[in-house]
């Protein structure tokens, strides 16, 4: 499905600040595969996911994405088969535009002068009704109005609003209250698996990391030095995990908010 | 004064246009375009040459062009050749100098006074009747009608919608698969449409197209652009449409009233940077008197939000 062959990534090189960001990943995700991904601050894993979704290109290496090479693909035309969440809920959806422009927008329905029809607006009252918020009834609403989680909310709908090849989402819920966070989740574990969709996920969460998906990644300093599926993993255990960053990275697993429960 | 008024409303409504170009570009697409002088320019001189070869109606088209041009090579310095934006709009409008001239024929003025104009053609048209005195006021409310209507109404389309969000937030623009860079450039291209536009009516209006006509109109429409957004705060894009309109006349009436009240007419471009420093700087010491205040408030009532927390 994704298939990730040697990539490197040095950011200012040559420079004071020269940073090797990513050292040679290799990773091969198989479709429907719920990848979880943990590690430090600094450890790569947002990089890796900027990588893939053309924020920037990388050095070496290629990316293929269900048969196609998208390495120098723009960052637009990948997003046709990539959805994305940031960590920040401000980041995806306009504040100054109603529920509805936005939703009009990222569904890309109608051409280029046509405005929002009936058919579109009772399309999207019915998605919006299935997260379950309220939304459904404020699509005049400025999207600035939401709170946080319901503006990441809006834009999980909108990255899968036509499903996408790929899901990434960069620890998505870390800037939420912990009982939305824990109804983002839930509507993202909703969507995921109801559409069958190849999703990877970085989290600070440790319990989730290993609760969601069916297969966890480590990174630390720009490379991938743990990665468990299947039997082995559902035989993990946080401390396990710690214990096993320690002992590969020679140093603890230490990021700003990481929950271990 | 009747007269007076009319003539402020006529003049009010042609600046309206440009005001509308950067309700498109500094409001909707939070580009500053600093090639409004140049554009306007280029409006009057194209519309102006046109206009004396024989083709009024021709001339408004070709105007408009010269605007859809000028907009592209701004938005394309400042998305393609890594050309900061303010820089790009700077560097246009120094180049349409050159251009200008050399479109008016190497001269720094062109007469229109025994020329065939949108003007002169509709006076004809009315003929006699009891409208002929409001000929040229009819006309320039027919052209800012239309595209006040093409406006309200392209903002709310899939294309102006992407305009509006690529100023809001161009990375959930790129998420939603729209090239931001594209956007850029047919926003431009659309809102110097409309500042050309502006151009070459005041040139048929004035019946002459001066070098120096767009001089300071940058500053005069976001003055007007900025009296205008407070008629209807937080209100939809229509409303903004309309307020942008109602900024431009008000700013022309008020304009001349002050000219009556003996003002020199040189101060016009001092006033309306005035008005765009109280309009930008009053909101900001606004919002810093706001932050003091309710510091001050923190700070008197301490026991409150003690009592609160314990």
Known sequence: MLKIDHISKVFNKGTV?????????????????????????????????????????????????????????????????IGRLFQDPMKGSAPSMSIEDNLYLASGNNGWFAKITAKDKKEFRERLALLNMGLEDRMKNPVGLLS????????????????????????????????????????TRKVVSENNITCLMITHNMQSALELGNRTIMMNDGRIIYDVSGEERTHTTVTDLLNLFKEKAGESLTNDRMLLS | MAALLQTALELGLISSLTVLALYLSYTMLNVCDLSTDGAFTMGAAVGAVVAISGHPYLSIIAAICAGVLSGFVVAFLQTKMGIDSLLAGIIVNTAAYSINIAIMGN?????????????????????????????????????????????????????????????????????SSI??????????????????????????????????????????ALASLLIGRMFFKKRGTGFGVIGAVLGAVLFRVVYTLALRLNMPASMLKLVSSVIVIIAIAGPYFAGKMKEKTMKRIAVSKPSETEGKNA
């Open chain 2, 179 to 220: 090239n931001t860079v594209v956007i850029t450039i047919v926003g431009l291209c659309i809102s110097n449409s409309f500042t050309a536009l502006s151009g070459c009516l005041l040139a048929q209006y004035n019946k002459s197209a001066n070098i120096d006509i767009g001089t300071g109109m940058l500053t005069v």
């Open chain 1, 17 to 81: 600040n020269e940073k090797q960001a990513l050292y040679d990943i290799n990773l091969n995700v198989n479709k429907g595969d719920f990848i979880s991904i943990i590690g430090s601050n600094g450890a790569g894993k947002s990089t890796l996911l900027n990588a893939i979704s053309g924020v920037f290109t990388v050095d070496e290496g290629s990316i293929v994405l269900d048969g196609t090479d998208i390495t120098d693909m723009a960052e637009h035309k990948r997003s046709t088969v």
């Open chain 1, 148 to 187: 946080g989680g319901q503006r990441q909310a809006l834009t999980l709908l909108m990255a899968t609003y036509h499903i996408p090849k790929l899901l990434l989402l960069d620890e998505h819920t870390a800037a939420l209250d912990p009982a939305t966070a824990e109804k983002v989740l839930e509507i």
């Open chain 2, 107 to 175: 001269s720094s003025l062109l007469n229109m006074n025994s020329v065939e104009t949108v003007f002169s053609k509709f006076k004809g048209f009315l003929g006699g009747t009891a409208l002929a005195s409001y000929s040229k006021l009819i006309v320039i409310v027919l052209f800012v009608a239309i595209v006040c209507i093409l406006l309200a109404f392209f903002l709310r389309t899939r294309l102006g919608l992407a305009i509006r969000a690529t100023g809001d937030n161009p990375d959930m623009v790129k998420s």
